[in-house]
């Protein structure tokens, strides 16, 4: 079993840059599909980003592309997420999981690409990141 903490949120200005960390202990991250989701109140968690074992095509949700990239150090079993250009709506509480396969659960639902948080086993207790002037 993997546990995952997430650390690296804040209270950023819009504009502004965060780097989130998901730190892994009882498993090597890197033989396995991983994403990062955020969640506001009374909202369904969404996913954000996610790359698979070895860099494995990594995927963004369409409004975070060109802005977030995500990335393995697998000497330190983590995984991060750089947030550039932060705007208001990327506000929420920020969670890193995996799904212990090596491969991301894509799917095609409402038009576009979503990344099911249903899918996903393994989770870290959230970071919060607020984007406010």
């Known amino acids: 079993q993997v546990q995952l903490v997430e650390s690296g949120g804040g209270l950023v200005q819009p504009g502004g840059s965060l780097r989130l960390s998901c730190a892994a202990s009882?498993?090597?991250?890197?033989?396995?599909?991983v994403g990062w989701f955020r969640q506001v109140a009374g909202k369904e968690r969404e996913g954000v980003s996610s790359?698979?074992?070895?860099?494995?095509?990594?995927w963004y949700k369409d409004s975070v592309k060109g802005r977030f990239t995500i990335s393995r150090d697998n000497a330190a079993n983590t995984v991060y997420l750089q947030m550039n250009d932060l705007k208001p709506d990327d506000t929420g509480v920020y969670f890193c999981?995996?799904?212990?396969?090596?491969?991301?659960?894509?799917?095609?639902?409402?038009?576009?690409?979503?990344?099911?948080?249903?899918?996903?086993?393994?989770w870290g207790q959230g970071t919060q990141v607020t984007v406010s002037s």
């Open positions: 999981a995996t799904d212990m396969r090596p491969r991301c659960p894509i799917i095609y639902s409402d038009y576009e690409f979503r990344l099911p948080a249903s899918r996903f086993d393994s």
């Open positions: 009882g498993s090597i991250l890197n033989h396995y599909c």
């Open positions: 790359i698979g074992s070895e860099d494995y095509n990594p």
